[in-house]
């Protein structure tokens, strides 16, 4: 699994893209990338394209586990979509990486998995303090969220005190019309934001 990376120095610095999406990785895969990961203390930049797997919230806790010893990461681009993440799962991945500290861009797509309310509340942003954090872009189409959840994103961002442009993707939720203009205005409380885009479409 590991030889699958594909390394490249750039500067001293080391930058590391995986993609395998489509297949069967669970928590073999999540060990090994533990491993590979515990080496890379320098890394800066990470793509990781982990979609149409079967990936359980467990494995995805794992994964977050992994990323978060790399602290100096400053670009992360982490795609899990159509996998089988719940509540757990993506609120467990997203305050595991709290210790990025580092970040200033962050895209996560969380798309077509069984994200609900419960225990999903602000998806654990909410205990991250992403101080340097510029760019967020998270998809969460295609789950089972509400406006219960989604109106608690905006406040749970509010830790990312510099944050510029932020992009929440929402359609083929469970949130209601009446409340999507609710869910943006608290968005756009966050003081520094320059560029916003929401989506509720289907």
């Known amino acids: 699994m590991i030889s699958q990376f594909f390394f490249c120095f750039i500067n001293n610095i080391f930058f590391i893209q995986y993609l395998k999406s489509g297949n069967q990785i669970g928590a073999i895969f999540a060990s090994g990338f533990s ?3 515990a080496n890379c203390a320098n890394l800066s930049n990470l793509a990781l394209n982990l979609c149409r797997n079967q ?9 977050g586990s992994a990323i978060a010893n790399c602290s100096n ?3 992360l681009k982490l795609f899990l979509g159509q996998n089988q993440i719940g509540a757990t799962g993506a609120s467990g991945l997203c305050s595991i990486l709290a210790n990025c500290t580092n970040l200033s861009n962050l895209m996560i797509g969380l798309w077509g998995n069984q994200i609900v309310d419960e225990g999903a509340s602000g998806l654990g942003f909410s205990q991250v303090n992403y101080t340097k954090l510029l760019s967020l872009d998270l998809n969460l189409r295609e789950n089972q969220i509400s406006e219960i959840c989604a109106l608690s994103l905006g406040p749970a961002l509010a830790n990312c005190t ?10 083929q939720n469970s949130i209601q019309e009446s409340q999507q203009l609710k869910i943006a205005s608290k968005c756009l409380k966050l003081k520094r934001l320059v560029v916003f885009y929401i989506d509720f479409q289907f």
């Open 73 to 75: 990461l400053q670009n």
């Open 35 to 37: 491993s590979g990961l």
């Open 55 to 63: 990936i359980s919230d467990e494995v995805a806790s794992r994964i």
């Open 162 to 171: 510099n944050l510029l442009k932020l992009t929440l993707q929402l359609g």
